[in-house]
């Protein structure tokens, strides 16, 4: 089945020391997203990769990065994890050029800062 | 930017009663509206979806009701059971390209036995 996999599923990192989290996906959809989900909230996104082009949000913290090697593959890199950042890191991917932006979501990883 | 206002943010209904989930969108440029439904410790899952130029679409248990007029869009489900306990995410998106989405708080929905 075509679909969007996330490893880990769960990462713990301690206070400053970077991590990468990664996302691969078998749509060969052209768009792939990385969102932030803390505790009992909505997603929220951080940026996203139209074909090569990366689109930052506005107050998306430039202690994130991305990377995306190829169509099937995404990274997140958080350069140094405060306690801020422990949450649910969510990919997504949609295809441009429809009229509708139809996004498919991956299981998440959650993250734990010590 | 949209914001998306969604209520209420917990419901609790009999196992067998209708739930329904409310949202209203500020950008009037949004065209596409999911809903989501996320278990504990897993992804968003697409529950079903209405575009702009659709008032209202079914698929089983679940409907979906769009008011492009009011800037409003409505989750129902009918004959709940206990395996529709879930938080429930409506979002709002422009479509086309390749914008995000705009997700609304969540609505935890409890089925009692």
């Known amino acids: 089945d075509a679909m969007v996999i996330q490893n880990p599923r769960y990462q713990v990192t301690q206070f400053g020391k970077p991590v990468t989290l990664s996302c691969s996906q078998t749509?060969?959809?052209?768009?792939m997203y990385w969102y932030q989900q803390k505790s009992s909230q909505a997603p929220k996104l951080l940026f996203h990769?139209?074909?090569?082009?990366?689109?930052n949000e506005a107050d998306t913290p430039d202690n994130f990065q991305s990377r995306r090697p190829n169509t099937s593959f995404c990274f997140l890199d958080i350069r140094s994890p405060g306690l801020g950042d422990a949450a649910m890191y969510l990919c997504?991917?949609?295809?441009?050029?429809?009229?509708?932006?139809?996004?498919?979501f991956g299981p998440g990883t959650r993250l734990t800062v010590l | 930017g949209e914001n998306v206002e969604q209520h209420p943010s917990t419901l609790s209904v009999q196992e067998g009663d209708s739930a329904v989930i409310k949202c209203t969108y500020s950008d009037s440029a949004s065209n596409y509206f999911p809903w989501y439904k996320q278990e504990l410790g897993k992804g968003p899952q697409l529950i079903i979806d209405?575009?702009?130029?659709?008032g209202e679409k079914k698929d089983q248990r679940i409907a979906v009701t769009l008011n492009k007029t009011a800037k409003h869009f409505s989750l129902h489900i009918t004959e709940t059971q206990p395996e529709d306990s879930a938080v429930y995410f409506c979002a709002a998106s422009r479509g086309g390209g390749a914008d995000g989405l705009t997700f609304g708080k969540g609505t935890h929905l409890i089925i009692q036995p």
């Open positions: 209405i575009r702009s130029n659709v």
């Open positions: 997504a991917t949609s295809r441009s050029g429809t009229v509708y932006n139809e996004q498919f």
């Open positions: 749509l060969n959809h052209n768009v």
């Open positions: 990769y139209y074909d090569k082009d990366f689109n």
